[in-house]
């Protein structure tokens, strides 16, 4: 049985490069059939101390995979697609 791949985007609203990284991952999460979801430093303090000069942080299954700008291929990679 195939295990569900999870990418988490960590970023804040009003950023503009979360916007593109959310538009990169809800695109390649589609094609490859992997969940995301989206975390708001603004309403976590472990998170917006350990990212807030890093966002959008982007996680795959809860390792870091990347920060600022997402390839799409590099993170199909990650997924094994």
């Not at 593109?20 to 472990?46: H, L, M, P, Y």
Request: charged share 30%; hydrophobic share 40%.
């Amino acid at each position: 049985m195939a295990v569900m791949r999870t990418v988490t985007l960590i970023g804040k609203p009003g950023c503009h490069l979360c916007d593109d990284a959310r538009e990169v991952i809800s695109e390649v999460c589609a094609q490859v059939g992997a969940r995301w979801e989206e975390k708001d430093i603004t309403r976590d303090e472990e998170l917006y101390r350990r990212y807030w000069e890093q966002i959008p942080v982007v996680l795959v299954d809860g390792a870091q995979h990347d920060f600022w700008r997402v390839d799409p291929g590099r993170l199909r990679a990650a997924l094994g697609a």
